[in-house]
């Protein structure tokens, strides 16, 4: 029964935008949250940039320029997105989903590519991403964590374990090669072609099981060894944030996943589409651009992830980045890769040049002889670092085989 003091509409009737002005209230709290949870974020102004610049056809090295840059903080969004969403799943779900989009935005510009045609640049970025997480990173993770301390350690049966998987990933790469390189060059090229490209097929077929099968290993039978890096994460994470901390419902994280995966789609789609003009105007090989510039912007948050989880003295966390990254490349992505072109109708092989291959080798070598011994310092780091400019430095003067069989054409005639 009502009396004189009771209203005749109840709060929510008399205030029907109150709920939409909290949840607008809500959204403003996790966007200004997620833009200052990276400093790669004041990136994000050459997101329309890089769009506009795509959309009205303008200058085609400025298009790559600025989609190239616009990539960098999409993808860092995309990966806090992942990780809040992570949490809210359990470690077992949240691990797979770490796993699968670890590297999603070398996923999503390859899978562009490869539907454009573009195995060349396919190709390169896969390499290019294995050697950036081998020697780029884990080179810095090696020289910033350690140029203060005398040596520093991290789990080495973890890290055996990974490098064994790092030696499988890297045969994977030789064995098409030298299946190749030992067949006479001739009328058979065709036949030849097609049974690589069958190998190739059957090889990411056997990568993907083990990938699944070190999923299982890493997330169930032997997950104790991995656990401490797991809960070392958001200690880290929350240590290195200066703000107080904020979590992500899920319909928030999977809101920003979606958007983030939609505008990296976009600037992927103008980046790809430039390259070939970007090649013919500056010189610069296809090789070059899929090797060394791509993977740095799927690679750039983290680079700086892993950066500065190693000043912070959490080398196994550190070290999970960039190999575990590599893992994902060498035994999820490049075949999965392989096979959506076999569905696409799109002859991508696991054929890489013998000089790629020898530089692969060369890098799986010196990374496992660095993390063998579960020990690191900043000299080993130096030596890393050395490594891989010098390989960029081959690759930017290397020129690519298209235009080595276009001068032996022009010879011959």
């Not at 090649?279 to 700086?304: D, Q, Y």
């Not at 040049?353 to 780091?381: H, K, M, R």
Request: aromatic share 10%; charged share 15%.
């Amino acid at each position: 029964m009502m009396d004189s003091h009771t209203p005749l509409l109840s709060s929510d009737d008399r205030h029907p935008n109150l709920q939409l002005t909290s949840k607008f209230q809500s959204f403003k709290d996790d966007t200004r949250h997620v833009i200052m949870s990276s400093p790669l974020n004041v990136l994000l102004v050459f997101v329309p940039i890089g769009i506009i610049w795509g959309y009205f056809e303008f200058s085609h090295v400025w298009t790559f320029i600025f989609n190239f840059a616009a990539i960098i903080p999409l993808a860092a969004i995309l990966a806090y997105a992942t990780e809040e969403l992570a949490d809210k799943a359990g470690s077992t779900v949240g691990g797979l989903l770490n796993a699968t989009l670890g590297n999603a935005v070398e996923l999503i510009v390859s899978i562009i590519a490869l539907k454009e045609g573009q195995v060349r640049i396919v190709q390169a970025s896969m390499l290019g991403s294995l050697l950036s997480n081998l020697l780029l990173v884990l080179g810095f993770c090696f020289v910033f964590g350690g140029y203060n301390r005398v040596q520093q350690t991290f789990n080495q049966t973890a890290a055996q374990t990974m490098s064994s998987l790092l030696a499988i990933s890297c045969a994977s790469l030789l064995i098409p090669a030298a299946f190749k390189a030992t067949l006479p060059e001739g009328k058979e090229d065709d036949l030849i072609n097609s049974k690589i490209l069958s190998l190739s097929r059957g090889t990411s077929l056997v990568l993907l099981v083990v990938y699944i099968l070190f999923l299982f290993f890493q997330l169930h039978t032997h997950h104790t060894i991995f656990e401490e890096q797991m809960e070392e994460t958001d200690e880290v994470m929350s240590q290195l944030s200066a703000k107080p901390s904020h979590s992500l419902s899920i319909k928030s994280s999977l809101g920003f996943l979606f958007v983030s995966t939609v505008l990296i789609s976009i600037c992927a789609d103008y980046l790809v589409g430039t390259i070939d003009n970007v090649v013919a105007s500056t010189g610069l090989s296809k090789t070059f651009i899929g090797l060394i510039i791509i993977p740095i912007v799927g690679n750039a948050a983290e680079h700086v992830t892993s950066v500065m989880v190693a000043i912070k003295d959490k080398m196994d966390l550190a070290l999970g980045v960039a190999i575990g990254s590599s893992l994902q490349i060498a035994l999820f992505v490049t075949p999965f890769l392989v096979l959506l072109g076999w569905f696409i109708d799109v002859p991508m092989t696991l054929n890489f040049s013998t000089f790629e291959t020898a530089t692969l080798f060369i890098a799986v070598f010196l990374s496992n002889y660095l993390i063998l011994d579960g020990e690191s310092n900043w000299l080993e780091g130096v030596m890393s670092l050395a490594m891989y400019l010098l390989i960029a430095m081959a690759f930017f003067y290397y020129p690519d085989i298209e235009a080595l069989e276009a001068i032996g054409d022009a010879a011959k005639m």
